[in-house]
């Protein structure tokens, strides 16, 4: 796994893993972690961050804190999910249309490329608000939006795969494709898979809170998008309680952070051409991927 | 084109495959016979196939005509007219800051790769990249509440003032909203100016530039910089084209009476024939961009035009 090794040397890659790590932790130990329950008022309205109240309370006097972590469990949850559904919709079309070719990858490569010309937060708001907007749609939503970006790299990958010396002796000793694609396709496909995961939640993470910021999200849950909408729509601003703004953002970046940097790194490792500096911004994918980028 | 073309169908089937039809929600209405809602159907031609829908969809969409809004009776076309001219001066405005700023700063991180500057502004450019927009246009509420005018395009007791005075207050409204698109872009900006100017100041004619002895300002904006501005033209221009619609986070927090919380407001009142007019003109204008995108670079790289 030489690989694997070149990816942990990387200090970005490692302060990356650990942000998430971190958030996951948080995430799956939420109920644990919370200091007050974050639907029930346990303070004055708008305190500001004291020893009982760590980062005070919001315009009901609910614990920020508590709020926060709940938060993270929802929005690490849509982020995850979201990226998983886009990465098997995304990597399924690009092996498949990258291996097989012909008309059916002309027509996913068609498909790809209307996607990726759509703006995806109009379309997102459109869709959520005709099929409606509970954690599950969302998630789905979101996939929906985010696959193209997989499929491009999938398929550039697996084109070069399948001009390789081992397919083609594979294939000529009589191997099936499902066995091929299997054996010889997925497994150096596999980090790039990782990494386009990984960067993906990312993108989720940041749609889930425009949609919420709408009010396009699910009512019944917290996530760190809804409690941006929630200070927004209900005057922290004017309050000046920036306490109750500060923190779900910070959560925010820090996660799409940790998942560019990790991210990143794997591609990286792939092809150390794209890395010059200890960052690069060659490989930085744009909120909306230009067809330079993809390429 | 052909995008353009498949982008009205998919408009069109996306908002048909919503459960019942225009006349399912009048009918809720407890006097209205299946007869009056058959003859509501015909009417509205929704009895026909759906091909010949479509079609009188694109007659209608050809003459300019997107429907009337369900709210209040008006030409969606007006509403969004109306809207876009809100949207593209703080759209243009905020690209500009962003696509300066951007170029000074990535320019320079380019000059020297690697160093404590490069450092600093590459990892701002990265986290200011990161920060939910929205997030990013609260903060500046909180800070600039009671300095500038932090909501709407103009101050409603501002009646019968001078041109001057007018004029003013727009700008005063304008900053915020701009400032925050130009903040949204401008770490995308940087990062991309940097990179494409490293690729340039390693070119072969950067370095004769240096031979000539040329000095440092003209061999990094004149010679450097002029070949590494394609990438800059192609994203500006998608840039802007994403706004039209894309600025939706930034309108909806400053109360920016603009396409994008138009789309808000059509959300909140399911207005469908307002929302699906929406969704086509931002995806037509997102297509349209994108295609000057490639006009504009065919023509300063003579290359891509072959």
């Known amino acids: 796994m030489s690989l694997f090794r070149r990816v942990l040397h990387k200090p970005t890659v490692v302060a990356g893993a650990a942000i998430i790590i971190l958030f996951a932790f948080v995430a799956v130990f939420a109920p644990v972690l919370e200091p007050y329950s974050p639907y029930v008022p346990s303070g004055p309205t708008f305190a500001p961050p004291s020893r009982s109240h760590l980062l005070g309370t919001d315009d009901a006097g609910v614990d920020m804190l508590s709020l926060v972590i709940a938060g993270t469990q929802n929005s690490m949850m849509v982020g995850f999910a979201a990226a998983a559904v886009a990465v098997i919709i995304g990597g399924a079309l690009g092996i498949v249309s990258g291996y097989r070719g012909g008309w059916g990858e002309t027509a996913v490569v068609g498909v790809t490329d209307f996607f990726l010309v759509i703006p995806a937060l109009p379309l997102m708001i459109v869709l959520a608000a005709l099929f409606g907007q509970t954690i599950f749609q969302i998630v789905i939503i979101i996939a929906l939006l985010a696959w193209m970006n997989v499929t491009y790299v999938v398929r ?52 889930e809170a425009a949609l919420a910021f709408i009010g396009l999200g699910d009512p019944r849950r917290i996530s760190w998008g809804v409690i941006i909408q929630n200070a927004f729509d209900r005057t922290a601003v004017s309050a000046g309680a920036w306490w109750a703004i500060v923190p779900p953002g910070v959560c925010i970046a820090l996660l799409v952070l940790g998942c560019f940097l990790v991210g990143q790194g794997i591609e990286e490792a792939m092809n150390p051409r794209l890395g010059s500096a200890h960052v690069s911004p060659r490989s930085f994918r744009l909120r909306r991927p230009t067809p330079e980028d993809v390429q | 084109m052909v995008i353009a073309l ?93 696509i300066i700023v951007g170029t000074i700063i990535g320019v320079n991180a380019a000059y020297r790769q690697g160093s404590a500057r490069d450092r600093v502004i590459t990892g701002s450019a990265m986290i200011l990249y990161s920060l939910p927009v929205q997030w990013i246009g609260l903060l500046m509420l909180v800070w600039f509440a009671g300095v500038l005018p932090t909501s709407g395009m103009s101050d409603p007791y501002l009646i019968d003032a001078g041109f001057w005075a007018t004029a003013e207050d727009r700008l005063l409204h304008i900053i915020l909203p701009a400032t925050c698109v130009a903040l949204l872009l401008f770490g995308a900006f940087a990062l991309v100016v940097r990179s494409s100017q490293l690729e340039a100041l390693s070119d072969d004619h ?52 603009g396409v994008g919380r138009l789309t808000v407001q059509a959300v909140g009142a399911r207005d469908y024939p307002l929302l699906q007019g929406l969704f086509l003109v931002i995806t037509l204008s997102v297509v349209a961009f994108n295609f000057l995108g490639d006009v504009l670079h065919a023509v300063l790289d003579p290359r891509v035009a072959e």
């Open chain 2, 206 to 257: 950067v370095l004769t530039a240096r031979a000539k002895g040329y000095g440092n300002r003209r061999v990094v904006w004149r010679e450097a910089f002029r070949s590494a501005m394609l990438p800059l033209v192609s994203l500006s221009t998608l840039t802007l084209g994403f706004l039209i619609g894309g600025g939706i986070l930034v309108e909806t927090v400053f109360g920016w009476p």
């Open chain 2, 6 to 98: 498949v982008a009205t169908l998919f408009s069109f089937v996306l908002f048909r495959t919503l459960p019942g039809d225009a006349v399912t929600n009048i009918a809720q209405s407890p006097r209205i016979t299946p007869e009056v809602q058959a003859a509501l159907r015909h009417n509205f031609g929704l009895d026909r196939p759906l091909w010949t829908q479509y079609a009188l969809y694109m007659r209608e969409l050809a003459r300019g005509n997107l429907g009337v809004s369900f709210t209040d009776a008006q030409p969606v076309s007006g509403k969004i007219i109306q809207a876009a001219k809100n949207t593209i001066p703080m759209a243009l405005l905020g690209t500009m800051m962003g």
């Open chain 1, 156 to 207: 550039a990958q697996v084109h070069t795969l399948r001009e390789r010396g081992f397919v083609a002796r594979a294939r000529s000793l009589g191997a099936g494709d499902m066995y091929i694609i299997r054996r010889h396709i997925l497994p150096p496909v596999a980090p790039l898979l990782v990494a386009q995961t990984v960067l993906t939640v990312a993108t989720a993470v940041f749609a």
